[in-house]
């Protein structure tokens, strides 16, 4: 189809479906006007009942938190599809990267970063990775949790790149490491549910005791899957940087000139 | 009554779509991707928004306060990381598509036909 | 007993860690073991869960978490026969997609068993859950790890755009598919099946329950590749890995039916109840447009793979049709149907494995005559094309014949001839290519432009050692795929027991009752359909019969008195061409044909089922 066509064929078509999605809108509630039976409920009784101060945490890990297990498992099978993804290519670019070395003498061709710069970046790492666990393990008292402090680990590693230089960051970032600890992350939260059958009867039932509201180690099994979390996204999101950076970087060695 | 978050979802859902359907750059393509998956993020917050609600987080509100509803809020949690680590695997493939077909236009891939 | 629910997807889950997290350590040999062994294990579960399901809903709250007065707190697995038969069928053909694997796929590290193994859970979930937004995890969750196993063989182009334009177009459905459930949440509250189903029968439907179901089918449409949903298809499953491929076509396509049916009978049918017979009549319309016009791409192709490709749409449509009709008679016919069916296509794949291994193409005219040293597998693919034209005893005889009697009683006796067409016309073009490969007939030809993938990087054996012969663990999977196709149509009470199974699915009240408030609701007692009658044989002889006949005039003909005037056969070649041409590989129009669809399916919803 010429792109004329495409455009003949997308106008009155988008058209149409736009009319039923705004058609459907109608159907909602005023704007803040929402009654939903679930979440009133979840709002009244999850403080009590789970005594995480943070409904939303206490719903993504205990209510929901078999939706998690599915998110989480999405996670790291994307960070596999991307090994497998960036595979060849990587194959391809290691006889480039031995001729890439030889040059390596080439002045100019390695982007240096300033002193200050640097010297900046890599104070920041060590805040970073205590803001990250800090963001992590206070999940169920404040918002944040596995997720987000698993992210802001990441960046850690990012820091280093941008501070310093990309060899730099490979040798500061532990790869084996980062695998298997994405992967066991993978698997803590299962196994954790797996507990859950076990010791409590149920499948990602809670099997620690709750604890009381506002203290650090309240919730149950909660920051224990948090910390789960956090070690698997810290270690897809740090093992994705890398492989995307490993192209980038040997990319823009390919060029030559840059 | 203020129906404008509403439409900004439907306005995201229809440029991200057309964005999707006439776009000559994968990058470009991947971002409007993001941009429809954007409608379902403030759909879904919309929805659970409740007029002077607070967060859903009684550290220090008292505990009959009034809330938004905290399952929009967990929804749009994992909507955010299915949709970023879809988004990871479009670029790769992206990144392999330019090294592969030389073009990142997706019109000019086309080698399956018929 | 259902404890067996969640382990059903945990063990797969955990063991896909377990590999990927050893992957430096453990051996190739291990990892095939492994993930054998798993496979098997949760296949196991799922058959126990499936015959547990035939007495009562298995219906369990993770975490515990039981309703309260009617609402939802949790998450609920809930099993009905025909979810937990399509999640044993699932795990049957990984367990043997892994034992083909065996020897065919290099791979990286335990990368591809992991991935097999996620994809698997991710099927087994997304057929046992009980919760909408679940639903849309375990869709993201087994599209994830298809798009990486599409892409497998990434060094290439072809693989890469077939993984592109699938990645693209089933993200949008998914997308889609959310929208929907953010509307459904906004109106009900909810997102328990069965509680969103109880509210909203509760209250006329309005354009917000139509904008919800459009989305939501839409999306499912996608991935069960309804025309004009249907472009992506044919791009991945052409180039995928031979083991992947067989899933795909087997299971994953009709998944995306599944979810139809699901929410249909668990959300929708109390709003738009009385509107069945317009909803009836859309989908089979649809599906005999998705069951007749890839039938003819399918006919065209010479590409082994694509030509199957386009019999999995065609299938898909036959299916809709047979999901359609609305009724437990054809709901169950159409399960016995898709999973006999789903045998036949992936040992189809499995033989076209085989060959590629053996010859390194898949072409049909490049491949002319260089089967005859391969009797067996041969004889097998030209089972298979017999089998796909249903002929008797074939489990997709029974299913045929039991969907075509269903729909004789609804008043839609015509669609027989869709049938026959449908499945008369793919069949020979399998016949086709396995007299032109295995037998050398017919002129030799041009092939296509070719996109082939090449073989080299597929198979481990890469010398000419490993070629000479076929490995057994590559014709156990034949073997065992097409016994499993003929079991389908002679196991006695199968087809009493799907019968029931979709009279359970179909009860929304005692789903509600099994599912909100405890009730140990039993599955309803139904009498055993009658046998295939004289009629039913005829029919499935005129498709068999057909497809040889089809298959021998394009074979032949050269030789053929010219039966058709020139200008119909040149402008039938025409338009056959111009049909093939939409499938331009663009990405581009593929999303504009499926906002096409969302509009078309809305405008028909709307305008009839309010």
Redesign the interface.
């Known amino acids: 189809?010429s792109?004329r066509a495409?455009?003949w064929?997308?106008a009155?078509?988008?058209?149409?479906?736009?009319a039923?999605?705004?058609?459907?809108?109608?159907?909602?509630?005023?704007?803040?006007?929402?009654?939903?039976?679930?979440?009133?409920?979840?709002?009244k009784?999850?403080?009590?009942e789970r005594k995480a101060?943070?409904?939303?945490v206490s719903?993504?890990f205990?209510?929901?938190?078999?939706?998690?297990?599915?998110?989480e498992?999405?996670?790291?099978?994307?960070?596999?599809?991307?090994?497998?993804?960036?595979?060849?290519?990587r194959g391809e670019q290691e006889e480039e990267e031995e001729a890439h070395d030889d040059q390596e003498g080439h002045a100019g061709r390695e982007h240096r970063t300033s002193d200050a710069l640097r010297i900046f970046g890599f104070g920041m790492v060590g805040p970073t990775v205590v803001l990250g666990v800090y963001i992590v393990t206070h999940g169920t008292?404040?918002?944040g949790g596995g997720?987000q402090g698993g992210v802001v680990l990441a960046t850690a590693l990012l820091v280093v790149y941008l501070a310093g230089r990309y060899a730099a960051m490979r040798k500061v970032s532990p790869l084996?490491l980062l695998?298997?600890g994405?992967?066991?992350g993978?698997?803590a939260y299962?196994?954790i549910?797996?507990g859950?059958?076990i010791i409590?009867?149920?499948?990602?039932?809670?099997f620690i005791d709750p604890g009381t509201k506002?203290s650090l180690l309240s919730g149950g099994f909660i920051p224990l899957l948090n910390i789960a979390v956090g070690l698997e996204v810290a270690g897809a999101f740090s093992l994705?940087f890398q492989?995307?950076l490993d192209?980038t970087i040997l990319?823009r060695g390919d060029g030559g000139s840059e | 009554m203020s129906f404008l978050p509403y439409a900004v979802a439907a306005w995201l859902f229809g440029v991200g779509i057309y964005g999707v359907a006439t776009s000559r750059n994968l990058i470009h393509l991947v971002v409007c991707l993001t941009v429809v998956q954007s409608g379902t993020y403030i759909l879904l917050l919309a929805i659970g928004y409740v007029g002077a609600g607070k967060a859903p987080i009684f550290a220090d509100i008292p505990l009959n306060s009034k809330v938004v509803d905290p399952v929009v809020q967990t929804l749009t949690l994992t909507d955010v990381v299915v949709e970023a680590t879809v988004v990871a695997l479009l670029l790769a493939l992206a990144m392999q598509a330019e090294k592969r077909f030389g073009t990142l236009d997706p019109d000019e891939l086309g080698v399956m036909r018929s | 007993m259902n404890h067996l629910a969640p382990l059903a997807v945990a063990v797969p889950i955990i063991a896909a860690g377990v590999l990927a997290a050893t992957a430096s350590v453990a051996s190739r040999r291990l990892a095939d073991i492994v993930a054998v062994l798993t496979a098997a294990a949760s296949t196991t579960l799922c058959a126990i869960l499936l015959a547990h399901s035939g007495h009562h809903q298995v219906v369990y709250w993770f975490g515990g978490w039981q309703p309260r007065s009617g609402i939802a707190v949790g998450i609920a697995f809930a099993v009905d026969p025909l979810g937990a038969g399509l999640a044993t069928f699932a795990g049957l053909i990984v367990c043997v997609a892994l034992v083909f694997s065996w020897r065919h796929l290099e791979t990286i590290s335990h990368v591809y068993h992991a991935l097999m193994l996620v994809f698997l859970a991710g099927m087994v979930g997304f057929c046992l859950t009980g919760d909408l937004f679940n639903l849309f995890v375990f869709f993201e969750l087994l599209s994830t790890a298809a798009y990486a196993l599409v892409g497998y063989k990434i060094d290439q182009r072809a693989p890469l755009e077939g993984s592109l334009n699938f990645a693209i177009t089933n993200s949008l459905g998914a997308i889609m598919v959310l929208f929907g459930i953010s509307l459904l949440y906004g109106r009900t509250g909810a997102l328990n099946m069965a509680q969103i189903g109880h509210s909203l029968a509760q209250q006329p439907a309005d354009g917000l329950v139509v904008a919800a179901f459009t989305l939501l089918v839409a999306g499912f449409f996608i991935k069960a590749a309804v025309v004009p949903f249907h472009f992506w298809l044919a791009d991945a499953y052409s180039v995928a890995p031979t083991p992947v491929c067989a899933v795909l076509s087997a299971v994953m396509s009709e998944l995306g039916l599944y979810a139809v049916v699901r929410i249909w009978w668990s959300c929708f049918h109390g709003a738009f109840g009385d509107h069945e017979d317009a909803l009836r009549a859309i989908l089979v319309v649809a599906g005999t447009i998705t069951a007749l016009i890839p039938a003819v791409l399918c006919f065209a192709q010479t590409h082994l793979k694509r030509m199957l490709a386009y019999a999995t749409v065609s299938y898909i449509g036959l299916f809709l049709i047979g999901v359609g009709l609305l009724t437990h008679d054809a709901l169950g016919g159409t399960a016995v149907y898709l999973v006999a069916d789903g045998f036949v296509k992936a040992s189809l794949f499995v033989c076209v494995g085989i060959i590629q291994h053996r010859r390194a193409s898949v072409d049909e005219y490049r491949l002319h005559g260089r089967g005859r040293d391969m009797p067996f597998t041969g004889a097998m693919f030209a089972i298979g094309g017999l089998a796909l034209a249903s002929l008797p005893p074939f489990g997709t005889f029974l299913g045929k014949s039991l969907v075509e009697d269903a729909a004789v009683k609804e008043g839609y006796g015509w669609v027989i001839v869709v049938f026959i067409l449908a499945s008369a016309i793919t069949g020979a073009a399998v016949l086709r290519s396995a007299g032109r490969v295995f037998l050398g007939l017919g002129p030799e030809g041009e092939s296509e432009p070719a996109f082939e993938v090449d073989e080299e990087t597929e198979t481990e054996t890469g010398d000419d050692e490993g070629r000479r012969r076929t490995p057994f663990v590559m014709f156990l999977p034949v073997i065992a795929l097409l016994a499993g196709g003929l079991a389908m149509g002679l196991i006695p009470r199968l087809p009493q027991a799907a019968l029931r199974g979709a009279a359970a699915l179909q009860d929304q009240a005692a789903y509600v009752a099994a599912v909100l408030h405890g009730a140990a609701g039993s599955v309803p007692h139904l009498p055993a359909p009658p046998p295939p009658t004289g009629l039913d044989y005829l029919y499935g002889a005129l498709s068999s019969v057909g497809a040889l006949v089809l298959a021998a005039a394009a074979l032949f003909r050269e030789r053929l008195p010219a039966l058709v005037p020139r200008p119909v056969a040149n402008g039938a070649g025409a338009a056959v061409r111009a049909v093939r041409e939409l499938n331009s590989g663009r990405v581009g129009d593929y999303v504009a044909w499926i906002v096409a669809g969302v509009t078309v399916f809305g405008a028909a919803f709307s305008l009839t089922l309010l």
Do not use: C, S
């Not at chain 1, 009784?45 to 009590?48: E, Q």
């Open positions: 189809m792109r495409r455009l064929l997308l009155p078509a988008l058209a149409g479906t736009m039923l999605v705004v058609w459907g809108f109608t159907g909602l509630a005023d704007f803040g006007h929402f009654q939903g039976a679930y979440g009133n409920l979840l709002a009784v999850a403080v009590p101060t943070d409904i939303v719903t993504t205990d209510y929901r938190g078999f939706d998690t297990l599915g998110e498992m999405i996670l790291f099978t994307a960070v596999l599809g991307l090994v497998v993804l960036l595979r060849e290519l008292l404040t918002p997720f084996p695998e298997a994405e992967a066991t993978a698997m299962g196994l549910g797996l859950g059958l409590a009867g149920m499948y990602m039932k809670n506002g994705a492989e995307f192209q990319l």
